[in-house]
């Protein structure tokens, strides 16, 4: 009654479903099956050159702020926490979960903490290891809705602390410079194929460069239709292997979920068999789209920390 209701009203333009889905929990994530790596730069790591970026121009990502939206952070592993913005500040406006409403950084999953690493790790797994982190939890067993989606698209935007009214106590001055966004939101989990556009195009015209996998959905085409990766406001990203050839896995364009028949994914980057952090302070090898996207984003944390006149302006 409700729905229908809605419906009738002028100022709602539709009226899409915001479930709350519970696959099947495992007791714990499972930690990684390597306790230690030697510190030596990754295959995929020297594979964009982002190795030589940090010997040659001396530059590890310094002043770039990630943003990272995904199932939580091991705040406590070896390769991440000195990189969280609230090691010495706290909590507030540096962590949000809208799921659990736990108040400092947890991983359930492990998937969070993989992605985190990549983008900026410590001892050779991270692209811009001398950038920070601060994060949101936006999925619950690998699974999410429109509306926590848009939590944390929001709280990346503009942080608030625990118990904060996002509208009033909000401050855009800590936002973050690069998102990392290593989820899809299907239809199963409520989405169609605008449901986040707006929120996509406004951090984007907020200066803020958002970081999208493109799915696991290929290898045929019309294969990117979930949002983020879709949309032409944000950067998607393919998977290929350490010789460069496309994954399996990786999904493809053009897209013609909205109808826009667009190019898509922008760039593809290493995401086969990708060694990066894993829970109780571990590492593990997971491969999927998700493990390509948050090279993309460190490789922007790199370039802004070289050229810091060029923070925001997505186009160049």
Not at 18 to 25: C, D, I, W
Not at 44 to 53: E, F, K, L, P, T
Not at 59 to 67: A, K, L, M, Q, Y
Request: aromatic share 8%; glycine share 12%; proline share 9%.
């Amino acid at each position: 009654l409700m729905r229908l209701f809605l419906l009738t009203r002028p100022e709602v333009d539709r009226v899409i479903p915001s479930p709350r889905l519970r696959a099947v929990p495992e007791a714990s994530p499972s930690p990684g099956p390597i306790e230690q790596v030697d510190g030596a730069a990754q295959w995929n790591i020297s594979m964009i050159g982002a190795d030589r970026v940090w010997e040659e121009f001396g530059v590890r990502g310094e002043g770039i702020v990630i943003g990272q939206s995904d199932s939580g952070v091991d705040g406590d592993h070896p390769a991440l926490r000195k990189k969280y913005r609230g090691l010495n500040t706290g909590d507030d406006y540096n962590w949000f979960d809208p799921w659990n409403n736990t108040i400092s950084p947890t991983d359930k999953g492990g998937h969070r903490t993989h992605t985190l690493g990549t983008i900026l790790g410590d001892f050779g797994i991270g692209v811009a290891p001398a950038a920070q982190w601060f994060g949101c939890a936006n999925l619950e067993r690998n699974l999410g809705n429109p509306a926590l989606y848009l939590d944390c698209m929001q709280f990346m935007l503009a942080p608030f602390p625990p118990g904060g009214d996002p509208f009033v106590d909000g401050d855009p001055t800590q936002a973050a410079h690069v998102l990392n966004n290593s989820w899809g939101c299907p239809s199963i989990e409520g989405c169609d194929p605008d449901a986040l556009l707006v929120a996509a195009e406004n951090l984007r015209l907020a200066g803020i460069f958002v970081v999208a996998s493109a799915g696991n959905d290929g290898p045929n085409c019309e294969t990117v239709v979930s949002p983020l990766s879709l949309y032409d406001s944000v950067f998607s990203v393919g998977a290929i292997d350490r010789f460069g050839n496309m994954a399996e896995f990786s999904s493809r364009g053009p897209v013609t979920a909205d109808g826009s028949g667009r190019v898509k994914p922008d760039i593809v980057a290493p995401g086969v068999d990708i060694l990066s952090a894993f829970p109780d302070g571990t590492y593990a090898s997971t491969s999927g789209t998700s493990m390509a996207g948050p090279h993309v984003a460190g490789v922007v944390a790199l370039i802004w920390s070289a050229q810091p006149a060029l923070i925001g302006d997505i186009e160049a």
